[in-house]
């Protein structure tokens, strides 16, 4: 019995000191936003790069964004958002909370977004959970093309492959941005599950983003 204790007294601080080392794992679950439930958790990882080299200068930045349906009532859906301990910017942002005014199978209003690290760019208030796209879309570099243009403003778009580093989305929907509030930025998504979401500074090659874990 006495070696017994001794052991799990042992492994017990083996495994305090291996806590203290390592990052927190990412939580793998889904948040689907036609599919809303208390409690539902999505985790987000962050990645920097340039879009002429948007491959060769890629990085994980050590970052993990998680996002949590925190309450839910008959009227609103908040959503938590929140830096999980051992992520660089977890001391540089407070958790917010992001209120949803409708959600349903088809669609989430979210009217302020703007403190959302997410959906900071999207100048719509409705994210179509899933939309018939009316665009088809090619990548180059970080920039989603629409033929010779780069990809802005309000339609709705599909694009056959999204690659990101060794991350490949296949057959997504992609929304943009407002022209002008940004250099480019996407969600790319599918039946409302989000797959990945990231922009270009204005002012330089700059790129940063979010991949989901789920």
């Known amino acids: 019995m006495k070696k017994f204790i001794l052991f799990v007294f042992a492994f017990s601080i083996l495994a305090a000191c291996k806590n203290d080392a390592d990052p927190v794992t990412p939580v793998k679950e889904t948040l689907n936003f036609g599919k809303l439930k208390?409690?539902?958790?999505?985790?987000?990882?962050?990645?920097?790069?340039?879009?002429?080299?948007?491959?060769?200068?890629?990085?994980?930045?050590?970052?993990t964004l998680a996002w949590t349906v925190d309450l839910m009532s008959t009227d609103s859906i908040l959503?938590?958002?929140?830096?999980?301990?051992?992520?660089?910017?977890?001391?540089?942002?407070?958790?917010?909370?992001v209120k949803a005014t409708s959600a349903n199978e088809k669609h989430v209003i979210i009217p302020n977004r703007w403190n959302s690290n997410l959906f900071f760019f999207y100048g719509n208030d409705t994210l179509r959970v899933n939309p018939i796209p009316t665009i088809n879309l090619g990548q180059q570099n970080c920039q989603l093309m629409l033929g010779a243009d780069i990809f802005r403003g309000d339609e709705i778009a599909f694009i056959d492959k999204v690659q990101i580093e060794?991350?490949?989305?296949?057959?997504?929907?992609?929304?943009?941005?407002?022209?002008?509030s940004v250099g480019e930025a996407y969600i790319i998504f599918d039946n409302g599950n989000i797959k990945a979401i990231f922009s270009k500074d204005f002012f330089s090659d700059n790129v940063s983003g979010w991949i989901a874990l789920d």
Do not use: H, W
């Open 166 to 180: 060794d991350y490949e989305f296949k057959n997504m929907t992609v929304v943009s941005c407002v022209p002008g």
């Open 79 to 97: 959503f938590k958002e929140e830096f999980t301990p051992g992520s660089p910017l977890a001391a540089t942002f407070d958790p917010v909370k």
């Open 38 to 63: 208390l409690g539902d958790r999505l985790d987000f990882i962050r990645f920097i790069t340039t879009c002429d080299n948007f491959d060769g200068d890629f990085e994980l930045t050590g970052d």
